[in-house]
């Protein structure tokens, strides 16, 4: 029976996915490229952030999976806790995200899933939403979707490239005009304080 190489196989949802977007340059800074797209879903602008920061597969995944201390990097993090924890690769966790007056905080569950794979020596992180998973609470809105994909390489022993692409309904009453002028804020803050946290 004729198979389909794994590989092609990627290839043709990688370009299926990237085809849906027209990304523009909205950030150059420190060598962290924050584009926006419109997204083919939504009101909001889809993020892809392009970098390359010091480190290594084993120091970026410690800290991306180190959940409570999100807040040390992630642009107005508040709090994060593991929800379920599955494997050390596939955990659901809860994060809260300051938002500035009058809006109200927003909070998401996310289930994030990482792979390593061997062949083109790449690390893929998945992150998806998970709404319905705790009861909503009081005061906070509940992000309704989110969808995170990180592929990481290693350029060279001490260098990774990042390549992040997001897509997120913030929920509630936030006009997506607002939400879309400062859409390069957070990602680049948060990229920014990364590359520091992967340098200690």
């Known amino acids: 029976m004729f198979r389909i190489p794994v590989t092609l196989l990627f290839i043709t949802f990688t370009t299926s996915c990237f085809a849906q977007f027209n990304w523009k ?4 800074k420190d060598g962290i490229k924050v584009y ?6 939504s009101n909001y602008k889809a993020i892809k ?5 010091p480190g290594n597969y084993a120091k970026l995944v410690s800290i991306i999976t180190n959940v409570s201390h999100h807040c040390d990097w992630m642009y107005n993090n508040k709090h994060s806790h593991i929800v379920q924890y599955y494997n050390p690769s596939d955990f659901v966790y809860y994060a809260e995200t300051k938002a500035p ?12 899933r990482i792979q390593t794979d061997s062949l083109p020596g790449r690390l893929s992180i998945n992150c998806i939403g998970e709404p319905d998973l ?3 609470i009081m005061g906070k809105v509940r ?3 989110y969808k995170a994909d ?4 290693m350029p060279s022993p001490d260098k990774v490239h990042i390549s992040y692409i997001m897509q997120c309904d913030p929920g509630g009453s936030v006009p997506s005009w607002i939400m879309n002028m400062f859409a390069d804020k957070g990602p680049y803050g948060t990229f920014s304080k990364l590359s520091q946290q992967l340098q200690r």
């Open 25 to 28: 340059l909205a950030k150059d």
């Open 36 to 41: 926006m797209s419109e997204s083919p879903n």
């Open 49 to 53: 952030v392009d970098c390359t920061l």
């Open 101 to 112: 007056w009058p809006f109200s905080n927003r909070d998401v569950v996310i289930r994030m």
């Open 134 to 136: 705790l009861p909503e």
């Open 143 to 145: 992000v309704p979707y």
């Open 150 to 153: 990180w592929i990481v390489t």
